[in-house]
């Protein structure tokens, strides 16, 4: 989430760069938050200030009270007059009285007094005699002093959940707001304003119709949709015999690559709990994109940066240690809901697929270097397959919600004649480092601060067996192998129908 003390201070600012993002409500959020903050801000005030007048009142009145050169009259005088001036919230007046106490008992003071502990009394006009004061008049006085003082411990307590309640609203508030954009980041209203880079590699050219992969597939026996559908209904499918074995392969291969290049494997729970789903900012935005497990009260995965992002939260890491880059392949499960409308045709938008996923948790100051990096090895890779490839750098209006900027990777894919997205590389500075509170203790002292978090794919599976099996197909229905997978496929240099 944002540091509140920038819409504290720069409030008009921060909603000059969230408009930017093309989301009204999210604006309107900030100037709630602001207002929100505003008030807590005085409530907190007026608690405190209480709460020091209450320290001070109750340490004067157990001084008071013990107090034994205080006669009968001291007492009963005293505490109501501290009492009446506790009502008309004037504590100034009454820790005057407590620290130099009267001792003039007037008869209105006694028959309030008598009334509150049984005790009879004779009707008396002006100033009561002593002979008229019993013990059971001051005892009854200073109860209802004490009874005062319990007042204004309600108050405080009621000012406390004010500020209970203005803090949930505020969270809520906070974290719908998404990240502000890089100064970098070119503003446009939508994805078709995404800047393409000039693609590298050659766009494959054939002597015959090349098929989309949702016609190829079945052919080669290598993708079952049908019975995908009938084990668990639209947008499923069955990798078959060489499918499913391009498809472990790339994976082997993914991961060695980062290994490669000093990335840490980790295997995390394909699982999480909801405050990782926060930590991550995938909640409260894309609560309804995601699978849900009631009986245990767990969320699947949507993609691994969640989990990953979530193994350093609450922590507080040395600034040696970082860089701290991981890699994790998992499965991902999305509902996919957002894809309305798009083509979904074959295994482009499905409900469930497999990543492998770039994590990096860096300096603030390197972050944009590792954004790069990122966004570098994802195209790297595509070289590598031989994939026609292309950097695309998106705009405020399709930056998502927590990223401050970000790079799309794409490759071609031949048969169904489009640039399809394989890698999503986002610096996301230290918005989801504040939401799952991971910080690095810096190594010359001073407090804590937030790390910046990075993702990337690195990459997205079936997209890239999508533009394998369209950009490598021959004539004859079969598929070449590329180069770099061969030896983890024994060998095999072509594909061809089982």
Request: hydrophobic share 40%.
């Given at each position: 989430?944002?540091?509140?003390?920038?819409?504290?201070?720069?409030?008009?600012?921060?909603?000059?760069?969230?408009?930017?993002?093309n989301?009204?409500?999210?604006?309107?959020?900030?100037?709630?938050?602001?207002?929100?903050?505003?008030?807590?801000?005085?409530?907190l005030?007026?608690?405190?200030?209480?709460?020091?007048?209450r320290?001070?009142?109750?340490?004067?009145?157990?001084?008071?009270r013990?107090?034994?050169?205080?006669?009968?009259?001291?007492?009963?005088?005293?505490?109501?007059?501290?009492?009446?001036?506790?009502?008309?919230n004037?504590?100034?007046?009454?820790?005057?009285?407590?620290?130099e106490?009267?001792?003039?008992?007037?008869?209105?003071?006694?028959?309030?007094?008598?009334?509150?502990?049984?005790?009879?009394t004779?009707?008396?006009?002006?100033?009561?005699?002593?002979?008229?004061?019993?013990?059971e008049h001051?005892?009854?006085?200073?109860?209802?002093?004490?009874?005062?003082?319990?007042?204004?411990?309600?108050?405080?307590?009621?000012?406390?959940e004010?500020?209970?309640?203005?803090?949930?609203?505020?969270?809520?508030?906070?974290?719908?707001?998404?990240?502000?954009?890089?100064?970098?980041?070119?503003?446009?209203?939508?994805?078709?304003?995404?800047?393409?880079?000039?693609?590298?590699?050659?766009?494959?050219?054939?002597?015959?119709?090349?098929?989309?992969?949702?016609?190829?597939?079945?052919?080669?026996?290598?993708?079952?949709?049908?019975?995908?559908?009938?084990?668990?209904?639209?947008?499923?499918?069955?990798?078959?015999?060489?499918?499913?074995?391009?498809?472990?392969?790339?994976?082997?291969?993914?991961?060695?690559?980062?290994?490669?290049?000093?990335?840490?494997?980790?295997?995390?729970?394909?699982?999480?709990?909801?405050e990782c789903?926060?930590?991550?900012?995938?909640?409260?935005?894309?609560?309804?994109?995601?699978?849900?497990?009631?009986?245990?009260?767990?969320?699947?995965?949507?993609?691994?940066?969640?989990s990953?992002t979530?193994?350093?939260?609450?922590?507080?890491?040395?600034?040696?240690?970082?860089?701290?880059?991981?890699?994790?392949?998992?499965?991902?499960?999305?509902?996919?809901?957002m894809?309305?409308?798009?083509?979904?045709?074959?295994?482009?938008?499905v409900?469930?697929?497999?990543?492998?996923?770039q994590?990096?948790?860096?300096?603030?100051?390197?972050?944009?270097?590792?954004l790069?990096?990122?966004?570098?090895?994802?195209?790297?890779m595509?070289?590598?397959?031989?994939?026609?490839?292309?950097?695309?750098?998106?705009?405020?209006?399709?930056?998502?919600?927590?990223?401050?900027?970000?790079?799309?990777?794409?490759?071609?894919?031949?048969?169904?004649?489009?640039?399809?997205?394989?890698?999503?590389?986002?610096?996301?500075?230290d918005?989801?480092?504040?939401?799952?509170?991971?910080?690095?203790?810096?190594?010359?002292?001073?407090?804590?601060?937030?790390?910046?978090?990075?993702?990337?794919?690195?990459l997205?599976?079936?997209?890239?067996?999508?533009?394998?099996?369209?950009?490598?197909?021959?004539?004859?229905?079969?598929?070449?192998?590329?180069?770099?997978?061969?030896?983890?496929?024994?060998?095999?240099?072509?594909?061809?129908?089982?």
């Open positions: 989430m944002l540091d509140i003390n920038l819409i504290r201070e720069k409030k008009d600012w921060v909603k000059e760069r969230i408009a930017t993002l989301d009204p409500g999210a604006v309107e959020r900030i100037d709630a938050v602001y207002a929100l903050d505003q008030r807590r801000r005085a409530l005030q007026e608690a405190e200030a209480l709460k020091a007048s320290n001070k009142l109750n340490k004067a009145f157990g001084r008071f013990g107090n034994k050169k205080l006669t009968d009259a001291h007492r009963i005088a005293t505490a109501l007059e501290a009492a009446e001036a506790l009502s008309k004037d504590i100034d007046r009454a820790l005057a009285l407590l620290t106490p009267i001792d003039q008992v007037r008869a209105e003071q006694i028959r309030l007094v008598a009334d509150n502990a049984d005790v009879v004779r009707e008396v006009d002006g100033l009561v005699p002593p002979e008229d004061i019993h013990p001051a005892r009854a006085a200073l109860n209802i002093l004490q009874s005062a003082l319990g007042e204004l411990a309600d108050r405080i307590n009621a000012l406390d004010q500020v209970k309640a203005i803090d949930a609203d505020l969270r809520e508030n906070m974290l719908w707001i998404p990240n502000m954009p890089h100064e970098s980041v070119p503003v446009g209203a939508s994805d078709e304003e995404n800047i393409a880079h000039e693609p590298i590699g050659d766009i494959p050219t054939f002597d015959f119709e090349p098929l989309p992969h949702w016609d190829l597939g079945p052919q080669l026996g290598i993708i079952d949709f049908e019975r995908g559908v009938k084990l668990a209904g639209t947008r499923f499918y069955i990798l078959n015999g060489m499918g499913a074995r391009l498809h472990r392969a790339l994976s082997n291969w993914m991961l060695d690559f980062h290994l490669e290049r000093g990335r840490i494997e980790v295997y995390t729970p394909f699982m999480v709990k909801e789903m926060y930590g991550s900012a995938q909640f409260p935005k894309f609560r309804d994109v995601v699978y849900y497990d009631a009986e245990s009260g767990l969320y699947m995965l949507p993609t691994a940066e969640v990953v979530n193994m350093h939260r609450d922590e507080i890491l040395a600034e040696e240690m970082l860089p701290l880059r991981y890699v994790a392949h998992t499965p991902c499960f999305r509902r996919e809901k894809s309305a409308g798009r083509d979904v045709r074959g295994i482009k938008r409900h469930q697929f497999e990543k492998v996923e994590y990096s948790f860096t300096h603030p100051d390197k972050s944009y270097e590792e790069e990096l990122i966004t570098e090895t994802a195209e790297a595509c070289a590598a397959l031989g994939l026609p490839y292309r950097r695309v750098e998106m705009v405020t209006g399709d930056l998502g919600f927590a990223a401050s900027k970000k790079y799309d990777v794409e490759v071609y894919a031949a048969g169904c004649k489009e640039w399809l997205e394989v890698s999503s590389c986002s610096n996301t500075e918005f989801q480092a504040r939401r799952a509170n991971i910080k690095f203790r810096p190594a010359e002292g001073g407090r804590p601060q937030f790390v910046h978090t990075l993702n990337g794919s690195g997205a599976l079936p997209r890239i067996v999508i533009a394998i099996l369209e950009n490598y197909q021959q004539a004859d229905g079969s598929v070449i192998v590329p180069e770099v997978l061969r030896p983890y496929l024994g060998g095999l240099e072509v594909i061809t129908a089982a």
